[in-house]
């Protein structure tokens, strides 16, 4: 989605050729698809912003096959937008999300992934709100942003006369109001710390207006969110994804049980998981795949792919099966 | 060591303290709220066209008198003369009283003298108090009554009359200012909109009230936004709209039982101010919004489940049902704000209205809606449109000029007469 006064990153990277986000959805897919049947999955509508490549809702419809989809763009491109869309069942909705969101018919079970390429700004809380409230339980809510938070430092002299990196926290829980959390301090800034900051954020949004809704319910009924996803991955920017799943409290426990809901790359607590996607040749690709599946230990010492570079080949082990494969096909 | 503190409440506390809290207008309308729990009592249909209430207001007395059913002595007795509400009591379905402390608090409030005197069926009696003596006796909270014969007999039919004299000084500065009058007239129209509209008569001073209901503007391409929400034995109906451009009339709504609690509000209580940012749509009132109207209507046979505050002209924002409710409110006043902020210009609000009828609440209260809020945008309205405006400037002296030519005064009528006059001369039909 873009915003006004920023160039769409659709203008100037193709989606399609973003391995570690390919990878990202893939693993979504994955969970989603695994933690309810497929004939229940297919009644959902997905709602996410689709940028002219759709390349989301072009896996969603096939992965999924979800036929009720709601592409949600900002910019004033309609004209592009209808052209690229890759399916009639694609609604597109031109206007920013946290305009069009309060106006979509929520009767449904719904998949919404909020792919924002900006780093956080207030108008994504509004739109966890609006969701929070919206969503019917079984519902998934994902959103993505920039992983850092760049307009949020400033250097300053300190009493030594040296110049120091300081965070503007001040400036900081002006603009986010009571979303900003009681104990920020300046670390939280620190790029290795942003996820974290952001997960904590995010999820406390999504618990207080729970804590709202689920106030007049029974115990059984009352709305928890479950945490799936705590990503964080690099194409050409850092970001960071968050996720989960609406479920009522009496569907929780086995929910959590469930294999789908424990793999390696889920992540319930304040631990992120990073994907990183390996820079390798696609004759390296075929090599590796002749010695997988494999566990990671016998797969590192493969003697026949001692060449490719180790971290290269841990990597490769933890996503090859999400991998994305790209060539270029010459008179297409 | 163990032993025992004091903690017994003191009757001053009722006098004195709890008065401050309300203000006298409300004072005077929580004791209508009495009258209309006796209609509902008495008209469990809520065809109240027979019944009345009348209030007469002057320095020296207040009276409230009502032919709405009274209550029985047993009820005086066990309850209405009780401060706060014993447990087991049941309340008059879809009530607004609740707290037991309304009626004391009222009159405590305006003077130090009242009777009130109740026919009910067989019940007749009065209840006398002179307020100095009484709370003078720390350990007797009683009050008297008398019944029988000796009574001069105010009530005819069944219902109350209460009257309060010994008005506390400031009480009758306030009723000796027709000002005070004609906002307590407008607020007991406001708060009693609904039950005005029921059949009920109201007088003050024998100035029959009239209502002055809320109202949104309607049409096929404009239907409010509308949520039905059910929370156990509360029901909840949220409609959100546009009306008349007017920054004082625009905000939230929120009806009780059918008694209005909380008028135009704009504060962070309806999802308002809070937090403002560019990009954000938390909203901070402005001129933007002066066609917003948000009405809820709670309803519950159980008034205490009603997220009311005792002096019923608030709303308790802690409540866990009121709480759920706003989220909903804020979902569907961001899809209005999201409209309104698309009408950049009085003209386009303007705009907006052509075609539309001012629907009253109780109207709109008829049929239901979609969750969606239906408006036309511009470009539809420009393109249904036939007439369109131009604008243009020139010098004053000849626009003077031809004015005087024209024989007219406004630059308006000489922009049309000059366009009339080449179509007529130059333009082939």
């Not at chain 1, 180790?310 to 996503?319: A, C, L």
């Not at chain 2, 009722?14 to 309308?29: G, K, N, S, V, Y």
């Not at chain 2, 008569?201 to 409010?224: A, H, R, W």
Request: charged share 30%; net charge neutral; aromatic share 12%.
């Amino acid at each position: 989605m873009s915003l006004t006064g920023t160039s769409p990153t659709y203008h100037t990277i193709n989606y399609n050729l973003r391995s570690a986000k390919s990878i990202e959805r893939k693993i979504i897919l994955e969970t989603i698809r695994g933690l309810y049947p497929p004939n229940e999955i297919s009644k959902y509508r997905y709602v996410g912003f689709g940028s002219i490549f759709f390349a989301d809702f072009r896996l969603v419809h096939k992965e999924l096959g979800i036929n009720r989809m709601v592409c949600i763009e900002g910019s004033d491109d309609e004209q592009r937008f209808q052209f690229n869309k890759p399916y009639k069942c694609i609604e597109l909705r031109m206007g920013m999300s946290n305009r069009v969101l309060p106006n979509l018919d929520w009767s449904c079970k719904n998949i919404v992934w909020l792919d924002y390429d900006r780093t956080l700004q207030p108008y994504m809380f509004d739109d966890l709100e609006t969701l929070t409230t919206c969503l019917k339980a079984d519902s998934f809510l994902i959103l993505t942003c920039n992983g850092t938070l760049p307009s949020f430092r400033e250097r300053v002299k300190n009493e030594n006369g040296q110049t120091i990196d300081r965070a503007k926290i001040e400036e900081f829980k002006r603009l986010f109001g009571d979303h900003a959390p009681f104990e920020i301090e300046e670390k939280d800034f620190s790029k290795a710390n942003v996820p974290g900051l952001l997960r904590k954020m995010f999820a406390n949004c999504i618990e207080s207006k729970l804590q709202a809704l689920n106030g007049v319910k029974l115990n059984s009924q009352k709305i928890k969110f479950l945490q799936l996803f705590n990503i964080c991955y690099k194409d050409n920017a850092d970001m960071y994804t968050f996720g989960g799943l609406f479920l009522e409290n009496s569907k929780l426990r086995t929910m959590k049980a469930k294999p789908e809901a424990r793999r390696s790359f889920i992540s319930t607590g304040e631990d992120s998981f990073n994907i990183s996607s390996p820079i390798i040749t696609n004759r390296e690709v075929d090599l590796m795949n002749q010695y997988l599946p494999n566990g990671l230990k016998r797969f590192l010492k493969t003697k026949q792919i001692q060449f490719i570079p180790e971290p290269m080949r841990q990597t490769y082990h933890s996503f090859y099966r999400y991998f994305p494969h790209f060539m270029e096909i010459r008179d297409f | 060591m163990v032993g025992k503190v004091n903690a017994r409440p003191t009757k001053e506390f009722f006098i004195d303290m709890l008065t401050r809290d309300i203000r006298l207008e409300h004072a005077i309308i929580d004791l209508t709220d009495n009258c209309i729990d006796g209609a509902l009592t008495k008209c469990p249909t809520e065809d109240f066209t027979d019944l009345w209430i009348r209030l007469e207001i002057s320095p020296n007395q207040f009276k409230i008198s009502d032919n709405c059913g009274g209550f029985s002595l047993e009820t005086a007795r066990e309850y209405a003369f009780r401060f706060g509400r014993p447990k087991g009591r049941k309340d008059v379905d879809h009530s607004v009283g609740r707290f037991g402390v309304g009626m004391k608090r009222s009159l405590f409030k305006i003077g130090e003298y009242f009777k009130v005197e109740s026919k009910c069926g067989q019940d007749h009696f009065i209840v006398e108090v002179d307020v100095n003596e009484w709370s003078t006796d720390e350990v007797n909270w009683d009050f008297d009554y008398r019944s029988g014969g000796e009574l001069i007999n105010e009530v005819d039919e069944d219902g109350t009359v209460i009257v309060v004299s010994n008005l506390h000084d400031n009480i009758k500065g306030e009723f000796s200012l027709s000002s005070f009058l004609t906002y307590l007239k407008a607020e007991v129209e406001k708060k009693h909109e609904f039950n005005l509209s029921k059949g009920i008569s109201i007088f003050i001073n024998n100035q029959k009230l009239g209502s002055n209901p809320v109202k949104m503007l309607f049409s096929e391409n404009l239907k409010p936004a509308y949520k039905e929400l059910e929370y156990g034995e509360v029901k909840v109906r949220i409609y959100v709209g546009i009306g008349e451009a007017s920054p004082d009339l625009a905000g939230w709504y929120i009806y009780c039982n059918d008694r209005l609690v909380v008028e135009r509000e704009k504060t962070n209580l309806t999802g308002w101010e809070g937090r403002v940012f560019e990009e954000s749509d938390m909203i901070k009132f402005h001129h933007t919004y002066a066609m917003f109207r948000g009405v809820v209507f709670f309803d519950s046979k159980d008034p205490k489940l009603l997220p009311l505050t005792t002096t019923k002209t608030g709303i308790d924002s802690n409540s866990a049902i009121y709480r759920a409710v706003k989220a909903e409110m804020l979902i569907l006043m961001k899809q209005v704000i999201g409209y309104l902020k698309t009408l950049k210009s009085d003209e386009d609000r303007d705009v907006v209205k052509a075609d539309t009828v001012d629907l009253e609440v109780k109207n709109l209260r008829m049929q239901s809606y979609p969750s969606t809020f239906k408006a036309p945008t511009l470009d539809v309205i420009a393109k249904e449109n036939r007439f369109v405006n131009i604008s243009f400037k020139k010098d004053r002296s000849l626009v003077e000029k031809v004015g005087k030519s024209l024989g007219v005064n406004t630059n308006k009528e000489i922009g049309e007469q000059t366009f009339d006059y080449y179509l007529k001369m130059e333009v082939k039909e």
